[in-house]
């Protein structure tokens, strides 16, 4: 059974495997598919039109998915890797285990944003940014960019204490926890953390940073936190709901699969603090 | 949920690396500021989505309502085109009146000429191109 982790508390030997088959999907052409299929949806989500991936009830159904296949991937290149998620609340610095060289890397000179080590450094020949919008091929990041603080664990029980999954008008004016949570309103949590990043992971072609999936698995966290103190609040909208997918009604780009099949995250994985709670 | 058919090319990775087919699809579909080139939306922070000709930052940076699809295929987009240097970059309203860029995604400013200006910055020079998958 998958167990999503900590990031924190992944041994050495799990971050190595992690970064391998990361490196596998890259060098296989699988990981830019991903980048390719998230900056799709970037594009073409939009407030006052159809929207699936963003500013949207599906959002998080969305993700949920988006995430699994990638999981699902790595998995096929070694069956022991799981996703890590990044509590952004707890590890909030630069200095932070997830941004050491054994890992992700740290963040990028100033002169130019490069991301000058770790696995992702376009001088290891291993991260070519390839699904990209401007000339730049090698990974970037600014962390803390222009200040920014990452959100706080305040903060983010603010939003969990949000009893309405989301409201109407469904997009990124809404009220509710769905929109506080990806932050276009409110405290700004999703976003936010994004913005902090800085380099792709602020732009459309975000899965380009491999942080992009901690960052995530641990929304995907706090929607299975949300709802288990939130049991009796269902996701909405409920049906008949135009340019918006519906509990019911199937997402693209799967075309298979519903918010409701995507409620229940155990079937699939859980998470290491459900185990040490249950 | 509608529209199935129009959003169905941008559904699949193929369709999604070519942005040349994918535009006019969304043009074509963009309801968005249909009223034109409205001379003031209210919460815009002093900019409101008029044309804006610059060069900011050694960089031209350009602006215009985009309802008339001049640029071939590179009109829409909410109704409104952003060129640097000439290339366009795709940008988009929020529901709020605010404005985000694909350089500039999860971050929304006033206007669409403070999102060229922040692409601008974020770039560091670098040229916008379109969407590369190589």
């Known amino acids: 059974m998958t167990v999503r982790k900590n ?54 159904p969305w993700h949920r998915r988006f995430l699994l296949d990638f999981e699902r991937a790595l998995q096929s290149v070694d069956t022991e890797v799981t996703l890590p998620y990044w509590d952004w609340t707890a590890d909030r610095t630069p200095r932070s285990s997830l941004w050491a060289p054994d890992f992700l890397g740290g963040t990028g000179r100033s002169r130019d944003g490069r991301v000058m080590d770790g696995p992702f450094a376009r001088s290891g020949g291993r991260w070519t940014i390839s699904v990209r919008v401007d000339g730049r ?42 929109n506080h949570l990806e932050g276009w309103r409110g405290v700004n949590l999703h976003n936010r953390v994004h913005v902090w990043v800085g380099g792709q992971m602020a732009t459309g072609v975000s899965p380009n940073d491999p942080v992009f999936w901690l960052h995530h698995a641990f929304i995907d966290k706090l929607w299975a936190d949300w709802q288990a103190r939130h049991p009796d609040s269902p996701y909405l909208p409920g049906g008949g709901t135009a340019d918006v997918v519906d509990l019911d009604e199937t997402m693209r780009p799967w075309n298979d699969v519903t918010p409701a099949d995507m409620l229940d995250h155990t079937p699939f994985y859980t998470y290491d603090t459900d185990a040490a709670s249950s | 949920m509608s529209g199935i058919t129009r959003r169905r090319a941008l559904g699949t990775v193929a369709a999604a690396a070519g942005t040349a087919a994918a535009v006019p699809v969304l043009a074509a579909a963009a309801p968005a500021l249909a009223a034109g080139p409205a001379p003031t939306r209210s919460g815009s922070a002093g900019h409101d989505p008029a044309s804006f000709d610059e060069v900011y930052r050694g960089r031209r940076i350009q602006g215009h309502p ?69």
């Open chain 2, 66 to 134: 985009s309802g008339g699809g001049h640029h071939g295929g590179h009109a829409g987009h909410g109704g409104y085109t952003v060129l640097i240097d000439g290339e366009e970059l795709h940008v988009m309203q929020n529901a709020d009146g605010t404005w985000i860029s694909v350089i500039t995604h999860y971050d929304p400013v006033p206007s669409p000429h403070a999102a060229a200006r922040a692409a601008v910055v974020e770039l560091q020079g670098s040229p916008l191109v379109p969407l590369v998958t190589a």
């Open chain 1, 7 to 60: 990031q924190a508390a992944l041994t050495a030997a799990e971050k190595r495997r992690f970064v391998s088959a990361v490196h596998e999907l890259k060098r296989s052409g699988r990981y830019d598919t991903f980048v390719t299929t998230h900056n799709a949806f970037i594009m073409s989500d939009r407030d006052d039109a159809e929207r699936v991936g963003h500013r949207s009830p599906s959002f998080l």
């Open chain 1, 137 to 178: 091929d090698f990974l970037r990041r600014n962390l803390g960019a222009g200040g920014l603080s990452l959100p706080t664990r305040a903060e983010v029980d603010s939003v969990l204490a949000m009893d309405t999954y989301d409201m109407a008008p469904w997009n990124s004016g809404s009220d509710g926890f769905r």
